[in-house]
């Protein structure tokens, strides 16, 4: 299955973190969502995500090594919707990591905070987003 996927994390207590080129950032307490593509497939790409043993090599494997994944949500697409996705964050007033998962990417970051999960939800639904953990 082809398309995009967002990450739900949740960090449980404010903390620096070293993320790869990116340097030290400061991460608050809160929810998470950073939204990634997987054009060999997202099921794959999900599964790397949930090791805990793996080569660091995106932003999102340093975070994912102190953060809760939460949930998985994806939509199927034969290209990439992962700007779209990220757009539609910003769009909605979500604050963000700057260049966070974005390198190759026009958007200002592909990661974006709450302190609380459920408006990520809402904005997940009304992008017709699937939960799959």
Not at 90 to 101: Q, R
Not at 105 to 120: G, R
Request: aromatic share 12%.
């Amino acid at each position: 299955m082809k398309g995009s996927y967002v990450l739900l994390l949740h960090m449980p207590e404010n903390r620096h973190i070293c993320i790869g080129s990116l340097g030290e950032i400061y991460f608050a307490a809160g929810y998470y969502a950073y939204v990634g593509s997987a054009m060999n497939g997202i099921e794959k790409r999900v599964e790397r995500h949930k090791r805990k043993e793996k080569r660091m090599r995106w932003h999102i494997d340093h975070l994912l090594a102190h953060a809760q994944l939460t949930a998985v949500f994806f939509r199927e697409s034969i290209q990439k919707e992962e700007e779209e996705i990220a757009a539609t964050f910003l769009e909605n007033g979500f604050s963000f990591i700057p260049h966070f998962g974005s390198g190759d990417s026009k958007c200002a970051s592909h990661l974006f905070y709450s302190q609380d999960a459920e408006p990520f939800h809402i904005i997940l639904k009304n992008l017709h987003m699937q939960q799959m953990l």
